[in-house]
């Protein structure tokens, strides 16, 4: 029995065809980071969400996706709006009282 990968010298076909693979980097879901401790440079009281963030500079657009971390201290009590949010980031914003709401984005087809 004759294996049906030797062709008598030639380069195999598998070798000659070009390899390409799939990458994930188009359609992969990219978040901008925040840490609670970065939400300190609010006022006490204010409303904080995606525009906002982009005023003070802690993300570069607007139209970026933000995930709030719960990364150093929160002492002011804030409403925040966030795509998504770390377990420990929402246990501290409301533990100082202030709330979080999740942006959720309908995709277009």
């Not at 963030?53 to 966030?82: F, H, M, N, W, Y």
């Amino acid at each position: 029995m004759v294996s049906s990968l030797y062709e008598g010298g030639q380069v195999p076909l598998f070798r000659r065809l070009p390899k390409h693979g799939f990458s994930n980097y188009k359609f992969a879901t990219r978040f901008e980071i925040v840490n609670i401790s970065q939400l300190e440079t609010f006022q006490d009281g204010a409303d904080v969400g995606v525009e906002q963030l982009s005023q003070a500079g802690l993300i570069p657009s607007c139209k970026s996706k933000v995930k709030i971390l719960g990364d150093g201290e929160l002492t002011k009590k804030l409403q925040v709006r966030a795509h998504k949010f770390s377990k420990t980031a929402e246990q501290k914003i409301v533990g100082c009282g202030g709330t979080t709401k999740k942006i959720s984005e309908v995709k277009k087809r």
